[in-house]
């Protein structure tokens, strides 16, 4: 049997907000990775393109303006 | 004393039950489309094998290209080539060493059968598969339609095909998709992984306070989860 077990069953939230969220130690070295819709191996592949923390509040403002 | 029960379902642990036998959580953001999510998904899942522990699981909500139509016409190399300005010859390369690396944790991928799509409608199915305890077993299933067996993920009528493989009951799984019940969940894992700061994935989250930014070696995840093991260990069963 896998030691992977689902999360229990949870209710849909009735909001998009996200929750406070503590900082985050990071760990671990630079790893392949998808940003933007590039997949990269970092040193062998091309730099991502132009994605950070905006690219996903935008993702957010479009789907609640029902464009996605 | 723990009387942690495992069942097909997920975990039951009672109340008395100690840190160290409470299945340590982790959040993954990923997207259906993300071949590094795949890979990365295998190499947790090898040291999660190999932890003594229990790992419990949840998987989030990230659209790499939500300005992708369900039904693009091109192929993977196209999509990099044309929306993203990688030239075709560097995007074959990309991918090359992506199914390379796949094959390297037992994953086929045959990228000349994939069809690039717009994932909302697959993350919308997911997290039902999530309200009702059988998100993981989805996740999979989707990964492997896509990557391995050439399915399109992005269309209702096939996403339900793919929810009734797994169990899922095909029309609820219509009904999900066609009233968008669950496109709030969708968002707040977006707006999440921005409040995180997550930019990339796959990105996992353990026990709320480590970050583990790409497709790491299952090392590196064999080590976050004995770190957050052994702090548990003072506040163990002595209580």
């Known amino acids: 049997m896998s030691p992977i077990e689902n999360a229990g069953p949870v209710d849909a939230p009735l909001s998009s907000t996200a929750a406070p969220t503590p900082a985050l130690t990071l760990v671990g070295a630079d790893a392949p990775v998808c940003v933007?819709?590039?997949?990269?191996?970092?040193?062998l592949d091309s730099p991502p393109v132009g994605a950070d923390a905006e690219s996903a509040r935008e993702v957010v403002e479009r789907l609640d303006d029902g464009i996605l | 004393m723990?009387?942690?029960t495992d069942d097909s379902q997920g975990t039951a642990t009672a109340p008395a039950a100690s840190a160290a036998s409470t299945p340590i959580k982790v959040d993954i953001w990923s997207d259906v489309q993300c071949p590094w999510c795949y890979i990365g998904k295998r190499r947790f899942e090898?040291?999660?094998?190999?932890?003594?522990?229990?790992?419990e699981v949840e998987y989030h909500s990230f659209e790499l290209a939500p300005d992708t139509p369900v039904d693009y016409e091109g192929t993977p190399i196209d999509y990099l080539s044309?929306?993203?300005g990688i030239s075709r010859d560097q995007a074959s390369a990309m991918i090359d060493r992506v199914t390379g690396i796949a094959d390297s944790v037992g994953l086929d991928y045959h990228y000349d059968d994939i069809h690039q799509?717009?994932?909302?409608?697959?993350?919308?199915?997911?997290?039902?598969?999530?309200?009702l305890g059988r998100q993981l077993e989805l996740k999979e299933r989707l990964l492997k339609a896509y990557f391995v067996d050439g399915r399109h993920v992005g269309r209702a009528e096939d996403l339900a095909d793919l929810a009734a493989e797994v169990g899922l009951d095909r029309d609820e799984a219509l009904a999900v998709l066609a009233d968008h019940r669950f496109l709030p969940a969708v968002k707040q894992d977006v707006a999440?992984?921005?409040?995180?700061?997550?930019n990339g994935v796959p990105f996992f989250v353990v026990e709320g306070k480590y970050g583990v930014s790409g497709a790491q070696e299952s090392a590196t995840f064999?080590?976050?989860?004995?770190?957050?093991?052994?702090?548990?260990?003072?506040a163990g069963e002595t209580a």
């Open chain 2, 82 to 84: 044309d929306r993203k």
């Open chain 2, 2 to 4: 723990s009387t942690t």
């Open chain 1, 36 to 43: 933007d819709g590039v997949c990269e191996i970092p040193g």
């Open chain 2, 222 to 234: 064999l080590q976050v989860l004995e770190t957050v093991a052994a702090e548990r260990e003072p």
């Open chain 2, 192 to 198: 999440q992984a921005a409040a995180y700061g997550i």
């Open chain 2, 117 to 131: 799509t717009n994932t909302v409608l697959a993350h919308e199915l997911l997290h039902w598969a999530k309200s």
């Open chain 2, 46 to 55: 090898a040291a999660a094998a190999e932890f003594p522990g229990q790992v």
